[in-house]
């Protein structure tokens, strides 16, 4: 089954960009992923659905300044302009036929 | 309007059971894929369950199989999630979930407190 990776933490000033990765295990690159977050004491929201394309398709009501990219097994999240809601815990996951996993989240801090 | 709602939690000594509660609504329930995620205090998120929309179908994590029961009633737009043998490690929030491959739409959840 695929094994996502993920940095434990990012942190980026007020205003400016940060960018988030995924990566796919070795035999698995070629997986759709989506992007979720979780902000303090809250439950997980969907981002945005992400291809190896580089292809994204968001959520209802997720701001512009979320986008996705991939290259190769790694998957993207980039956030610009950066909110103070913004920090929170993102999550990615992929799934296969009959398993669903998930990465062990980013913690984003907002500076 | 999308909502899935859970219910059921609640404080358990180990090796007891419990029955998790999902009502979802805003959907076209009976072909949806549903799912259940738990997160423990301070940790990420893990998947636990899953079924198909005829409910035919369920799949576990393996940290679970064998202990956890998930089912789904049409009829109630419900689903179920039969927690036996419980243990510390079961203590967690735990999500319902509607999944279109991807998990698009996430319940409040509902915290299960395994402790004697």
């Known amino acids: 089954q695929p094994v996502l990776t993920q940095s434990s933490s990012a942190s980026a000033s007020l205003g400016s960009s940060v960018k988030l990765t995924c990566s796919l295990s070795?035999?698995?690159?070629?997986?759709?992923i989506a992007w979720h977050q979780q902000q303090p004491g809250k439950a997980p929201r969907y981002l945005m659905k992400?291809?190896?394309?580089?292809?994204?398709n968001k959520g209802s009501g997720i701001p512009d300044r979320f986008s996705g990219s991939s290259s190769g097994a790694d998957r993207y999240l980039t956030i610009s302009n950066l909110q103070s809601e913004d920090e929170a815990d993102y999550y990615c996951?992929?799934?296969?036929?009959?398993?669903?996993?998930f990465g062990g989240g980013t913690k984003v801090t907002v500076l | 309007e999308v909502q899935m709602l859970e219910s059921g939690g609640g404080l358990v000594q180990p090796g007891g059971s419990l029955r998790l509660s999902c009502a979802a609504s805003?959907?076209?329930?009976?072909?949806?894929?549903m799912t259940w995620v738990r997160q423990a205090p301070g940790r990420g998120l893990e998947w636990v369950s899953g079924?198909?929309?005829?409910?035919?179908?369920?799949y576990y994590a393996d940290s679970v199989r064998g202990r956890f029961t998930v089912s789904r009633d049409n009829s109630k737009n419900m689903v179920y999630l039969q927690m036996d043998s419980l243990s510390a490690e079961d203590t967690a929030v735990y999500y319902c979930?509607?999944?279109?491959?991807?998990?698009?739409?996430w319940g409040l959840g509902t915290l299960v407190t395994v402790s004697s």
């Open positions: 979930a509607k999944a279109s491959g991807y998990v698009e739409y």
């Open positions: 992400l291809e190896g394309s580089g292809s994204y």
């Open positions: 070795s035999g698995h690159s070629t997986y759709i």
């Open positions: 805003g959907f076209t329930f009976s072909t949806s894929v």
């Open positions: 996951e992929t799934w296969d036929s009959n398993t669903r996993v």
């Open positions: 079924l198909s929309g005829s409910g035919d179908s369920t």
